[in-house]
């Protein structure tokens, strides 16, 4: 095994789930069906009570940690956190990660086949929310029968799945992690969305959404679309000690064709996203972003919004992150304290930017591991202390 | 419990909202919680003491006393308290009127400049008073605005601010006949409990 394969879970491998009744969708459509894949990590106990549930952000997916194969060169994109002895300790914990509802990894999604047509979705797939993803993953829950989570966990958009288990299923998650997250996007967050929806639907090959009947792929746009998201994920400082100005080809002396670091960087990841992302899907993800907003139902009033949940929650966020600051978090720490609800917050020092919720911070991890842990202690004692009473009663 | 700790918890009624503002390793409000059911929150900016009340469980939020406490509401708290963190802080009126604004009643305790090791040590040596309360020296001390009981007084009358109580104590925490004779020539520690005026 090399280095990166220490402390790892190994081989993992991906599972199925289908749901066979009808799952009516937030914006009044219907699904008669949908299939979800997922991956599970460590051993679900016998009682069932010690599953935390992982929710993936915009380019995420069920495959968050370990290996699909030993030749692979890259583990899932959240090893660094998930595995025996990580700060999510497989160890200890049952780990469900799942692709959601409209992903390009295997779950339902615009390029399943649409049972009404008998031809694959594409932009017809219905527009699914933040709470339409929730919903589906608690069928889930029921299917491997977990009633109650000890954690949801999620980062970035993940975090508002997390944050919507909360107002939703609070009786189902004794404790949420909102990492890098916002209850609501801001207009700026909203226009670079936008910007990267515009390079995708204007790109000549997206075909209206219909690109795969035509055999072709809105590469540029979905490359241009990565690129601007890569840009707000990373901080001036981040970018600065990771590329600074250095040239990976040609030179200033002949004048021309100079590549920087960072646009080889750029270049890099757009071109692979193309190969691995759906653009409706890229789409979909972030007009789910875009709508989130918990409070809109409560006359824009988040403390009211969370005034139900019985959840804990921990609140994270990093010091370079400008795409979700600090000051979003903290509009979720001060409603969750006007709610009167249980609520822990850190601000992590870091100069990587939005991505540093995927990096293994020691402190980040430190108090995400003390959160956890803590979180199921708690939990434990709730159930044994109910068990007794409940042993009193007959 | 230390002992100016367990003079606050006792003053603390069941279930109520509590805000601790510079709260360390949460051993107030872990007490609280635990033993009053109280609604708490711990404001620290101290990474391994965030970590410890997270592993305790207390609710700590990540907040720098310094920008003040504008994300909180009027009378939100029942109770906010501040134990040896006002000489430390960058505008102490401004935040002592904060925490009037956001609590009904609040606690405020910190160490008497005026104290009579740190009167010798400035009188007959000549220096800046380094004691076990206020053990750094001149040039790193993160105590910045130091005062003394006449000074907090002062101030409280200026600001028409009520004192409901005072206890002064010794470095154990522990109330002396002989300090109430002169508490700020021999009082190491003050305690004010303090509620808004009646005009406010």
Redesign the interface.
């Known amino acids: 095994m090399t280095q990166s394969k220490a402390n790892s879970l190994g081989v993992v491998e991906p599972r199925r789930y289908q749901h066979n009744s009808e799952f009516w969708l937030q914006n009044g459509e219907q699904l008669h069906e949908y299939e979800l894949v997922f991956e599970t990590y460590g051993t679900l106990n016998a009682d069932k009570s010690n599953a935390i549930l992982i929710c993936h952000a915009l380019s995420g997916h069920h495959h968050a940690a370990g290996f699909h194969a030993l030749d692979d060169a890259k583990p899932g994109w959240w090893d660094a956190c998930i595995g025996p002895g990580k700060c999510i300790d497989t160890d200890q914990f049952f780990v469900l990660s799942l692709n959601n509802l409209g992903g390009c990894h295997g779950s339902t999604g615009p390029n399943s086949i649409d049972p009404n047509t008998g031809e694959i979705f594409g932009p017809s797939f219905p527009n699914v929310v933040v709470k339409d993803w929730v919903a589906s993953q608690a069928h889930l829950a029921d299917h491997l029968g977990i009633k109650k989570f000890v954690a949801v966990v999620g980062g970035s958009l993940g975090g508002m799945q997390a944050m919507q288990w909360s107002i939703d299923f609070p009786e189902r998650v004794y404790a949420a992690v909102l990492i890098a997250s916002a209850a609501k996007l801001s207009a700026q967050n909203i226009a670079f969305n936008e910007i990267a929806r515009q390079a995708i639907t204007t790109d000549e090959d997206y075909c209206s959404g219909n690109y795969q009947q035509f055999d072709k792929n809105p590469e540029k746009g979905l490359m241009l679309a990565r690129m601007v998201g890569h840009v707000t994920y990373l901080s001036e400082d981040g970018m600065k000690t990771k590329f600074g100005r250095d040239v990976k080809s040609g030179n200033f002396a002949q004048g021309a064709d100079v590549e920087f670091q960072v646009e080889s960087y750029l270049h890099y990841q757009g071109r692979a996203f193309t190969q691995y992302f759906d653009a409706n899907t890229y789409l979909l993800m972030t007009r789910a972003l875009d709508y989130f907003d918990p409070a809109r139902e409560f006359d824009g009033d988040l403390t009211r919004a969370l005034e139900q949940t019985t959840t804990k929650f921990?609140v994270l966020s990093f010091s370079t992150d400008w795409r979700f600051s600090p000051e979003r978090s903290?509009e979720i720490?001060?409603a969750l304290?006007?709610a009167?609800k249980?609520?822990?917050?850190?601000?992590i020092e870091s100069e990587h930017g939005h991505d540093s919720f995927l990096l293994p911070i020691n402190?980040y991890t430190?108090?995400l591991s003390?959160?956890l842990?803590?979180s199921y202690a708690?939990l434990e004692d709730i159930s044994r202390s109910s068990q007794t009473t409940q042993g009193d009663l007959s | 419990m230390r002992g100016d700790l367990e003079l606050i918890a006792g003053l603390i009624n069941p279930g109520a909202r509590v805000l601790d503002l510079g709260c360390g390793e949460g051993e107030l409000l872990n007490h609280l919680q635990r033993d009053k059911r109280v609604n708490g929150y711990g404001l620290d900016r101290d990474a391994e003491n965030i970590r410890t009340c997270v592993s305790k469980g207390v609710n700590v939020i990540e907040q720098d006393l310094d920008q003040g406490l504008d994300n909180f509401a009027k009378d939100s708290f029942d109770m906010v308290v501040m134990t040896d963190a006002l000489q430390a802080v960058k505008e102490p009126r401004q935040l002592v009127r904060d925490m009037l604004r956001v609590g009904e009643e609040c606690i405020v305790t910190f160490p008497n400049f005026a104290h009579w090791r740190c009167r010798a040590q400035l009188a007959l040596k000549g220096v800046m008073p380094v004691s076990e309360q206020l053990p750094h020296s001149w040039f790193d001390t993160p105590n910045i605005h130091l005062c003394t009981f006449a000074d907090f007084e002062q101030l409280c009358k200026t600001e028409s601010i009520n004192i409901i109580q005072r206890r002064v104590v010794d470095a154990n925490h522990q109330e002396k006949a002989f300090i109430n004779w002169a508490p700020n020539f021999f009082g190491t520690y003050a305690f004010y409990r303090l509620g808004k005026s009646a005009c406010s």
């Open positions: 921990l903290q720490v001060d304290i006007r009167r249980n609520v822990a917050s850190a601000i402190r430190k108090i003390a959160f842990q803590r708690e």
